[in-house]
């Protein structure tokens, strides 16, 4: 006869909750019944003003900015937890852009951390390269609730990662997680893999690719295969 097999149905419940924030879901139940196949309702220019007025207070000097960044101008000053700046070389042939700091297994404070960091830092040595010469940053500085971006201000944030990257001005771009990728291409991962995509700053180019977060990659490693394909696209024009 078997063991009745255990189960640690808290881990499951978290697993269960990142694999659909990853997927897109932010809500379990609305307040009222929604229309599902309803056209999406127009918003108005006036709700994009607050994003507007970030963007023009935003510094266009790297160290005016990083102090912005983390000053109460910040789109999610007033969020708890730890501000997390970027990392890495500011005239790095790379720049990678995550969705928030990772939360705990020891590594709170540090972008792309736990175990998840460890698997991106495999990552970088596939393609011949580590932290030290890659500029890491995140859409969000500080960890949102539940670990998902509010859409209150999801715009603000687009545009501050845009300005980031524009200072950074970078060669190549590595989009992880549909976070990134909405904040700089409008679209989730899964139509932005497979190509390059122009992103165009002060008159220079950026070639920005749209991967799997090693987050996901955890969840999913069969997907691996076609991270893998993404990282190749991201080198394949440098030869590195």
Known sequence: ??????????????????????AGVDL???????????PPAVL???????????????PDEWQAFVTW????????????????????????RLMVLADCPDAGDGDEGRLLGGAAGRLFDRMLAAIGMTRDEVHVASVCCKRPAAGRMPRDCEDQLHDVARHHVGLVAPERLLLLGNAASRA???MDVQPARGSLHAFNHKDRITSAVASFHPRFLLEKPAAK????????????ATGK
Do not use: C
């Open 1 to 22: 006869m078997g063991v009745e097999p255990f189960t640690d149905w808290r881990a499951d419940a978290a697993s269960a909750l990142e694999w659909w924030r990853d």
């Open 184 to 186: 700089i291409l409008g």
């Open 28 to 38: 379990l139940v609305d307040d009222a019944p929604r229309d599902w196949l309803a």
């Open 225 to 236: 295969a076609e991270a893998w394909k993404d990282l190749q696209v991201l080198i394949g």
């Open 69 to 92: 960044r983390a000053g109460g101008h910040a789109p999610e000053s007033s969020w708890r937890g730890t501000h997390v700046a970027a990392a890495g070389p500011l005239n790095a």
């Open 44 to 58: 108005t220019p006036a709700l994009y003003a607050p994003a507007q007025a970030v963007t023009a207070a935003m």
